[in-house]
């Protein structure tokens, strides 16, 4: 059977991004490389098991915050807007909003070529009344999306708390081009993750199955397979945890060993303790989060959350009262 046909633009970064950024990562100290190369086939898989993992609430906290806010939120949005998902995966969520809001259109956002393809397809076979569109860009060095119609009320959706990756400022950024995206009067729909007892937030990060650990290692999978490194995954450990100070998870891989690894001709030499940061997860209370968003220009016009305040989803409002700086 063929494929139905899905519009596609392609900016996905390439191995030559992944060596750069390993190699700069790699060279400062503390050395860091960022959470968006994570996301390869394998490091999508992962996610998504993580996602199922009983320690991970986010997932189901934010899907059934979703489904208790659907009618209230399509009274808000009110219908034919064009749906703008950034980072789409093979979400349950987007279903939920594209059966209840029927948009006249949706464009999936993600920096994961395979997954985007695959649930962009799906969705337009699964919903034929759909214009659909894909566009396969790092939406963190900015927002340049095609097709986009100016008149169309648009509506992005940034589920997942995958804000929480950026930092505060970077955060604000980003917002800032979806509001420009969006233009005066469109919609920020946002999953926010909240502060929360610390127990809590570390075995969210630190999973009796192991899969966060697959997750965060397989970075050093795609060095040693993508940039045939002489990398050993294995001897690394998963460190992650909640720092009170910044207010965000951070995950580390740390050198079991003292060792040598030879990147594209490179050498870096790692001291048993030694470490690579690979990911923040900021966390916000409600107040904190309407802060940031207004320096983006937005102003939270509604906010869900669970019964135990773990996870929010807020519908932001571009423009108008909102100061733009
Ligand atoms: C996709 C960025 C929201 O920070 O919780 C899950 C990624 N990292 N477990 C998060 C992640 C480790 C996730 N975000």
């Known amino acids: 059977m063929k494929a139905q046909a899905v519009n596609f633009f392609d900016a996905h970064p390439g191995t030559a991004d992944l060596r750069r950024e390993v190699i700069d990562g790699l060279s400062e100290h503390p050395r860091a490389i960022p959470a968006k190369f994570f996301y390869d086939e394998r490091g999508s898989a992962l996610f998504d098991r993580i996602c199922e993992l009983p320690e991970y609430y986010q997932t189901r906290t934010e899907m059934k915050i979703l489904q208790r806010a659907l009618p209230e939120l399509v009274d808000l949005i009110g219908d034919e807007c064009l749906l703008i998902e950034l980072g789409s995966g093979a979400s349950k969520k987007v279903r939920l909003l594209l059966e209840q809001l029927r948009p006249s259109g949706y464009v999936g956002v993600d ?4 997954f985007l393809l695959a649930s962009t397809e ?12 894909a566009a396969c860009v790092d ?54 993750d909240l502060k929360k007892p610390v127990g809590v937030l570390n075995a969210a990060y630190n999973d009796a199955a192991g899969v966060t650990a697959a997750f965060n290692r ?19 450990d998963h460190y992650a945890f909640y720092n009170p100070d910044e207010g965000r998870i951070e995950m580390h891989l740390v050198s079991r060993i003292e060792q040598d690894v030879h990147v ?13 940061h690979t990911e923040n997860s900021y966390k916000y209370t409600v107040e904190e989060f309407a802060e940031l968003a207004g320096e983006a220009g937005f102003r939270q016009q509604a906010v869900w959350r669970d019964d135990n305040d773990l996870f929010s989803v807020q519908l932001l409002q571009f423009g108008d009262a909102a100061v733009v700086p």
């Open 139 to 192: 939406f963190s060095s900015g927002l340049e999306i095609p097709h986009c119609d100016p008149s169309a009320h648009k509506v992005a959706f940034f589920p997942g708390s995958s804000i929480g990756n950026f930092d505060p400022a970077d955060a604000i950024h980003l917002m800032a081009d979806v509001g420009r995206l969006v233009g005066p009067g469109g919609h920020l729909l946002i999953g926010v």
């Open 111 to 114: 920096i994961s070529k395979e």
């Open 264 to 276: 594209a001709g490179r050498s870096f030499g790692f001291a048993p303790g030694e470490g690579i």
């Open 218 to 236: 397989n970075l050093l999978h795609r060095i040693r397979d993508e940039l045939g490194a002489d990398i050993d995954p294995a001897a690394f």
């Open 122 to 133: 799906t969705l337009a076979r699964d919903y034929p009344w759909l214009e659909v569109h």
